[in-house]
């Protein structure tokens, strides 16, 4: 099935601090390409790995699930843990619900954590009927392209497939019931106006995870990477890492 153009995965290897970028739902590593740009270009091995399904056609997505994106950056993950003595992981909406779920999963292998604007909880209407409109209904508009700054496009599906989204339930059930595992540091960049993640999600963070650093984001709506706040992102999500790795930042 051919890419999107600009749907491309990035790797980039540099020294011994690695970061796993996830990418969020419907969406693609466009989304974060400059991010990891950003953090390669300060001598960081950044992987940016486009989860299956992602980039192609809604159609394809429908007939993957949230168990093959997790193994899609479960693989990035061991792969960068073979080269790099810290490792952090970062992702935004879904893809900062998998860079925790990893986090649950693989403790402190995980230097820390970087979500923007994190989706782990259900409440979107129309998801909460996903399950059922599955059966019936192939796709529903899209929630992409949330971005305040002019001129900036997120490179995402027009169309949400039913059937992907339907799985995502049972991921926010399980992130949300081991978040007591994260006890890695957690650096949490909110959109105060978003139109696509509710705030419920930071909240439950906020309660459940009592170490997260949460940084409210006033001029980005979801897509916060590539809007207005995201040069705030990047030097924030750099000082993080200078902050908790084991080992010295060392620019290329």
């Known amino acids: 099935m051919p890419l999107m153009p600009g749907a491309e995965p990035y790797h980039h290897r540099a020294g011994q601090i690695g970061v796993l970028l996830c990418h969020g ?7 974060l390409r400059p991010w990891g740009e950003f953090l390669a270009a300060h001598g960081v091995s950044v992987s940016l790995p486009r989860q299956p399904g992602h980039g192609t056609t809604w159609q394809e997505m429908n007939r993957t699930r949230w168990e ?5 950056v479960e ?4 792969d960068l ?6 490792v952090f992981v970062a992702g935004l909406s879904l893809g900062g619900c998998l860079a925790l779920r990893l986090a649950e999963v693989h403790g402190p292998a995980i230097a820390g954590v970087i979500a923007v604007n994190p989706s782990i909880a259900n ?18 508009p899209g929630v992409a392209n ?3 700054k002019p001129g900036v496009s997120e490179l995402a599906y027009t169309r949400t497939p039913v059937k992907a989204a339907a799985s995502l339930p049972a991921l926010w059930s399980l992130v949300q019931a081991d978040l007591a595992k994260v006890t890695q540091p957690l650096l949490v960049f909110h959109s105060t106006e978003d139109h696509v993640v509710k705030p419920t999600s930071v909240a439950i963070i906020r ?13 980005s709506y979801h ?7 995201a040069d705030r992102i990047f030097a924030g999500s750099l000082d993080f890492i200078r902050t908790h790795a084991s080992v010295p930042l060392q620019r290329d």
């Open 25 to 31: 739902f419907t969406g693609t590593p466009q989304s």
């Open 207 to 219: 309660a459940k995870v009592p170490q997260a650093t949460i940084e409210e984001l006033s001029d």
């Open 123 to 140: 409440d979107v209407p129309l998801l909460k009927l996903a399950p059922l409109l599955k059966w019936f209904v192939p796709s529903v």
């Open 223 to 229: 897509v916060a990477t590539l809007d207005n706040d």
């Open 81 to 86: 843990q073979g080269r790099c003595p810290d």
């Open 68 to 72: 093959d994106w997790y193994a899609e």
């Open 146 to 148: 949330d971005v305040k």
């Open 75 to 78: 693989k990035a993950f061991a």
